[in-house]
C-alpha cells in the first residue's frame, strides 16, 4: 500500500444508500478473521502466507462457495489465492478483487506489543499488517461471507486474488496473470483494496476526502557511468572519469521530461483547482482547462508535491567514484532513480537519458523494472465508490488520484486489466505506521469497512 498524498478534491453527487451496516455477529466474525490473520506470520522469513491462504480458503468454502471454485497457486515459500464467487453472468465478464496476505517483516524487539498479536487499544487495532493490507483483506472477504450466507448472486462472477509477495518481488501477480489469464483472471477490470484511502483530518477526526487510485507512476533507477584507464594522479589529464560523471549529472539537473497528462490528471486538477489557495489552485485550474499550458506547467512543476503528477522525474541518489586518493579515477558512477509517467516504457526513459549525458556515459537499469499505463475513468466505479464511501462519510470530496509508488496493480494494468484502487481505510496521516513500527489502525474505519464493501459490490453488481 502506498498512501496518496495527493490531496485534491471531487465533489460527486451520490445516490442516498440504505445503512447496510454490519450487525454485532458480522462485527465480532470480521474480528476474529482479523485476529488470526495478524497471527499468521505472512512474512518473507516465517512464510507463513501458504498457511493462512488455506485458512482463508477454508473459511470461503465453509460460507457455501464450492471447493473446486478455489485454488492456491504455491510459489517458492509463499502462494496466492483464488476463489470465485459466481454471479448470473447478466452484468457482463468477471471483476477481479485484488488484496495481498505477506506483510512486511516485524521484529518483536523493536515493537512495543507483539507484532503478530492483535491488540486492541485506545480506539486502535495494532498489528503488522493491520493497515497493510490485512484489514483491506478481512472486511472484504467477511463481506464476501455474509453476502454468500445471505444467498446473494451478482451479476458477473467475482474473481478473487490474494497474492503472497506484494511487498517483496509481485511474482506471485505475475505467474497468476501468466497461468491465469485466460481463465481464472480472465475478467474486464480489477478492484484494488491495497490502494484508494480516505483521510482523517489531524485535529477533528472527521473525514475530510477520498483518494481513488486509478494509476500509479513506475518506480525504476539507472546507474551512468564513466569509464578511464586511469594512472598516477601526480600526472594529471583533461580526461577522467569523475570529471566525465559531473558533466553527466549537471545535465541531468538541467533536463526536464516534457510535460503529460491523462484523464485523472484532468479531473483532479479541475477539481481541485478552486479549493486550493493562491498561484498553485490557479495554475490547477488552468492546466485542467488548458493542459499542458505553459505557465500553468511551470508554476506546477516549482513544487515538489505537484511536479511528479504532470512529468516523468529523474534525480540523482547515489554516487560512487575512484579507488585511491593518489589514483586516477578509473570509474564513477552515480545513480538515478525515476518515477516515470504512466505509460511510458523503462525503455524510453533509459534511452532519453542517454541522449542527455551522451555517449561517454554508459546508462543502465538497476533491474529489471515494470510499468503499467492509468486505468480509463470509469463512471460506474466512480458512482459506486461515492456510495459506499458516502454511506460512512456524508458529501465529503472524492478524487481520481495516481500514487507515486507501485502495488500488484502495476502488473495487472500492465497485462491490460485496468485496476482501480478502492480501500476502505480512512486514517490520520500521523497515524500511518504502514511497512513502520507500531502499526495501527482506527478500531472505526475497519468496521466501516464492511460497510464499505458491501455498498460498493452490490451498487455495482447487485441486481436493479
Ligand atoms: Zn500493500
Known sequence: MRRLA???????????????????????????ILSRSVAFQ???????????????????????????????????????????YRGDGAGGRPILLMAHMDVVEAKREDWRRDPFTLVEENGYFYGRGVYDNKSGLVTLTSTLLRLRREGWRPTR???????????????????????HRNDWLNVEYALNTDAGAGSLDEATGAATIYAMQTAEKTYSSYTLTATNPGGHSSQPRPDNAIYDLADAIAKVRAYQFPVQWNDTTIAAFRIAGPTQEGALGAAMTRFARAPGDRRASATLSASPFYVGQIRTTCIPTLLEAGHADNALP??????????IFPGVSTEDVQAQLQRVVGEKIA????????????????EDVMRAVTAAVHSKHPG????????????????????????????????KDSDDFSHGLNERIPVESFYNGLTHYRVLLTELYGRR
Open 6 to 32: 495527493f490531496a485534491l478534491a471531487l465533489i460527486c453527487a451520490a445516490p442516498a444508500v440504505a445503512q447496510p451496516d454490519p450487525d454485532a455477529a458480522q462485527r465480532a466474525e470480521a474480528r476474529e
Open 42 to 84: 505472512s512474512t518473507v522469513s516465517a512464510a507463513q502466507t501458504p498457511a493462512y491462504a488455506a485458512y482463508l480458503r477454508d473459511l470461503f468454502v465453509a460460507a457455501g462457495i464450492p471447493a473446486a471454485d478455489t485454488l492456491i497457486v504455491p510459489h517458492d515459500r509463499t502462494a496466492a489465492l483464488l476463489v470465485r
Open 157 to 179: 462472477d467475482l474473481v478473487i486474488a490474494y497474492t503472497g509477495d506484494e511487498e517483496t518481488s509481485g511474482e506471485t501477480a505475475r505467474q497468476l496473470l501468466a497461468e
Open 330 to 339: 578509473q570509474r564513477a558512477v552515480a545513480t538515478v532513480n525515476c518515477r
Open 363 to 378: 546508462v543502465a537499469p538497476v533491474m529489471r523494472y515494470y510499468s503499467s499505463d492509468a486505468s480509463p475513468l470509469r
Open 396 to 427: 465529503i470530496p472524492i478524487t481520481p488520484a495516481m500514487s507515486a509508488g507501485a502495488t500488484d496493480g502495476v502488473f495487472y494494468r500492465g497485462a491490460g486489466i485496468p485496476t482501480y484502487g478502492v480501500g476502505e481505510m480512512f486514517i
